[in-house]
């Protein structure tokens, strides 16, 4: 009798995962491990810049509300294949792991090429066939099989339900007892993601959820920001606006840069304003940049420096507050006189200027989009997938797992999370389908 073969599609963080668990679950049966780059784990290595925020610590109970984009989707998954149990996967593969600030979790020699390597080589030791360069354009289903109506938000019954018969490349056809699709979203289209999946999920029924951008440096309608490019600001609290209305805020570390704003926390905020600026809507952010003070400490401690600095002018008289090249913005946009001297500042200009200090405004205009979005939001829908093995509703031996399907999370770890998890409850769930 031939043997059953498991086909993965895509050879990242969810389909190397896939890949290894379906092998070592299904020993009997030949896994492949089919990518179109020349290098497996591409996106992997740019991961946490260079450094592989893997997961982050705490409570899976806790995780869901860190996904934005359909967070509950993934309760199965995440207990099945959690935090701790990914950590302890690691350490057995010669990656241990250590939690820093804000619970995010890496590699203890901070190396993305060690997560990397690790991943293949636990696919390697699984006996799984890895082919590079492999462009699949299209998945196959035996002709028996007909599709159900509509975009397969449910089973179909089992007198019409299709089946898996193989998936196709340019130049061959890889037939195929189980698939796992796992090829990406469409952010970072250099390393490989460029929304194949897609394409191949309408082909065969599934509805798909339009893709965009999610944790995605935002561009603003300022000029300034362009004057600091690189400075890094931390501990300071970022509100996201739309239409007038405060939406959301985050506290932590961000970045200006030549086009406007990045880092951390507005990446966090990105995946809510890029949906509100699709719609057409107004979206605005304001920037404390002393948020343990209320404001009256802060005006004494202003009042203390024109005190101590009373000789100097204005504009001089900052240093002890701001970085050295935020001054001059700060001195423009509170309209204040810079050669004014800071015994000269009067009782309402320095409430005047606590109230910028602790809500600079800026005006978004857009994101930099797909090509520099960390993840992408849409994708598969996920009512046409079980949340359990991420097979498909209505395609016998289909599985769907990581960036590809609509789920996104916040920075942080979560994200490679959900591909581990997703890719470790397919593997489990094709390996089984395959399994005597």
């Known amino acids: 009798m031939a043997r059953k073969r498991i086909v993965v599609v895509g050879g990242g963080a969810a389909g190397l995962m896939a890949a290894g668990t379906a092998a070592r679950a299904a020993p009997q049966a030949e896994v492949l491990l089919l990518e179109k780059g020349d290098k497996l784990a591409r996106k992997l290595l740019l991961s946490g810049k260079g450094r592989c925020n893997i997961t982050h610590d705490g409570e899976i109970s806790d995780f869901i509300e860190a996904y934005p984009g359909n967070g509950k989707f993934l309760h199965s998954a995440l207990r099945l294949f959690d935090n701790e149990t990914l950590r302890e996967f690691f350490r057995e593969q010669g990656v241990p792991t250590k939690v820093e600030r804000g619970g995010r979790v890496f590699p203890i020699n901070d190396r993305a090429e060690s997560v990397a390597q690790a991943l293949i080589g636990f696919v390697r030791d699984q006996g799984v066939g890895i082919h590079l360069n492999q462009h699949i354009d299209a998945i196959r289903l035996h002709k028996s099989g007909c599709l159900p109506e509509g975009t397969g938000e449910g089973a179909s019954s089992a007198a019409t339900r299709a089946a898996v018969a193989g998936v196709a490349a340019r130049d061959r056809f890889w037939p195929a007892d189980a698939v796992i699709i796992a090829v990406g979203g469409a952010s970072y289209p250099g390393t490989g993601s460029t929304g194949d999946g897609y394409v191949m999920a309408r082909a065969v029924g599934h509805g798909v959820v339009p893709a965009r951008a999610a944790l995605v440096p935002l561009k ?15 501990n300071v609290r970022l509100s996201l606006w739309i239409e007038g209305v405060k939406k959301q805020d985050q ?10 704003v990045s880092g951390p926390i507005v990446l966090t905020l990105s995946r809510m304003a890029a949906q509100a600026l699709g719609k057409g809507s107004t979206v605005g952010l304001t920037l404390n940049l002393k948020p343990a003070l209320s404001q009256d400490v802060l005006i004494e401690r202003l009042k203390r420096d024109w005190g101590k600095m009373g000789a100097r002018q204005f504009k001089n008289a900052l240093g002890d507050l701001l970085p050295k090249n935020l001054i001059p913005i ?9 050669a004014k001297k800071a ?29 520099a979005g960390i993840v992408t939001a849409g994708g598969i829908d996920i009512r046409s997938l079980d949340p359990k093995t991420m097979a498909s509703k209505h395609i016998d031996g289909l599985y769907w797992a990581g960036e590809v399907v609509d789920v996104d999370g916040i920075t942080g770890g979560y994200n490679l999370q959900a591909a581990f998890s997703m ?9 089984q389908a395959v399994s005597p």
């Open 220 to 234: 603003t309608a300022e000029s300034w920001p362009a004057k600091v490019q690189g400075l890094s600001l931390r």
């Open 251 to 260: 506290f932590g570390e961000m970045l200006f840069t030549h086009y406007g």
């Open 330 to 338: 700060i001195v423009e946009l509170s309209g204040l006189d810079s």
């Open 343 to 371: 015994r000269q500042i009067t009782a309402a200009e320095t409430r005047r200027l606590a109230e910028m200090l602790q809500a600079v405004s800026m005006r978004v205009t857009g994101t930099l989009g797909l090509q």
């Open 423 to 431: 890719g470790y409850a397919a593997g489990q769930a094709a390996a």
